[in-house]
């Protein structure tokens, strides 16, 4: 029979973990310091998470909640890419507020499940962008630039090697190569930003009496329209 998880033990064990590693300045943790800040002996700590890196995992996400908190509760404010904007800045200022999880989010080749979200959410204001027909490359392909670009500038900023310009000034160049202005341009920026459009509108309602096959290189093209 399999013991039970005693809730309360657990979050004792994770506020523990939390200040352990915000207290560490960067340093590793162990888990034998965390068991002793806890007040539990290694078996127990093993019980609730597996292994030290089921610890991190639920520490991260612990100290994500916040992040997230504020990521869901933004609401728009009629520009999307003003939304975008926001939210990069809400994402820089976690990092620089919440070094220690934010390093255990971003900081290792492995990512945690609650990053998910967060990416979940990013692809939402990139949608966007797409359905108001500003966005210059696909869906993907934007995604990809903001998260790498915003990731880069916050651990850099973690680093002591940014601030406030240099974030600044990477987000208006990441916005300007991938969005277009509210009045479209002419052109392949133009035909770009209606691609990226009409691939994100199929995406959310694919036609009923589309093949898969169809579908496949219709997107296909959209996205090279697109430039993703």
């Given at each position: 029979?399999t013991?039970?998880?005693?809730?309360?033990?657990?979050?004792?064990?994770?506020?523990a973990?939390?200040?352990?590693?915000?207290?560490?300045?960067?340093?590793?943790?162990?888990?034998?310091?965390?068991?002793?800040?806890?007040?539990?002996?290694?078996?127990?700590?093993?019980?609730?998470?597996?292994?030290?890196?089921?610890?991190?995992?639920?520490?991260a996400?612990?100290?994500?909640?916040?992040?997230?908190?504020?990521?869901?509760?933004?609401?728009?404010?009629?520009d999307?890419?003003?939304?975008?904007?926001?939210?990069?800045?809400?994402?820089?200022?976690?990092?620089?507020?919440?070094?220690?999880?934010?390093?255990?989010?971003?900081?290792?080749?492995?990512?945690?499940?609650?990053?998910?979200?967060?990416?979940?959410?990013?692809?939402?204001?990139?949608?966007?962008?797409?359905?108001?027909?500003?966005?210059r490359?696909?869906?993907?392909?934007?995604?990809?630039?903001?998260?790498?670009?915003?990731?880069?500038?916050?651990?850099?900023?973690?680093?002591g090697?940014?601030?406030?310009?240099?974030?600044?000034?990477?987000?208006?160049?990441i916005?300007?190569?991938?969005?277009?202005?509210?009045?479209?341009?002419?052109?392949?920026?133009s035909?770009?930003?209606?691609?990226?459009?009409?691939?994100?509108?199929?995406?959310?309602?694919?036609?009923?009496?589309?093949?898969?096959?169809?579908?496949?290189?219709?997107?296909?093209?959209?996205?090279?329209?697109?430039?993703?």
């Amino acid at each position: 029979m399999t013991a039970q998880k005693d809730p309360d033990t657990r979050d004792r064990i994770l506020r523990a973990a939390a200040r352990l590693l915000t207290e560490a300045g960067g340093e590793p943790v162990s888990t034998r310091a965390v068991c002793t800040a806890a007040g539990v002996g290694a078996p127990t700590l093993y019980h609730h998470f597996g292994d030290k890196r089921g610890l991190l995992d639920a520490v991260a996400a612990y100290g994500f909640e916040e992040y997230l908190a504020g990521k869901r509760a933004q609401e728009s404010t009629g520009d999307p890419v003003e939304d975008l904007r926001r939210g990069w800045d809400l994402h820089v200022e976690y990092g620089r507020t919440h070094p220690a999880f934010y390093t255990l989010m971003y900081g290792t080749s492995r990512t945690p499940p609650v990053a998910e979200e967060a990416h979940a959410i990013l692809l939402g204001l990139i949608g966007a962008v797409a359905d108001a027909g500003r966005l210059r490359v696909s869906v993907g392909t934007a995604a990809r630039m903001t998260h790498a670009a915003g990731v880069g500038v916050t651990l850099a900023i973690i680093a002591g090697e940014g601030d406030d310009e240099l974030s600044a000034r990477t987000r208006e160049a990441i916005l300007a190569a991938i969005t277009v202005p509210p009045d479209g341009e002419s052109g392949t920026a133009s035909a770009a930003g209606r691609a990226a459009a009409l691939r994100a509108a199929l995406a959310a309602a694919p036609p009923p009496h589309m093949t898969a096959s169809e579908a496949a290189l219709l997107n296909e093209w959209l996205d090279r329209i697109a430039g993703g």
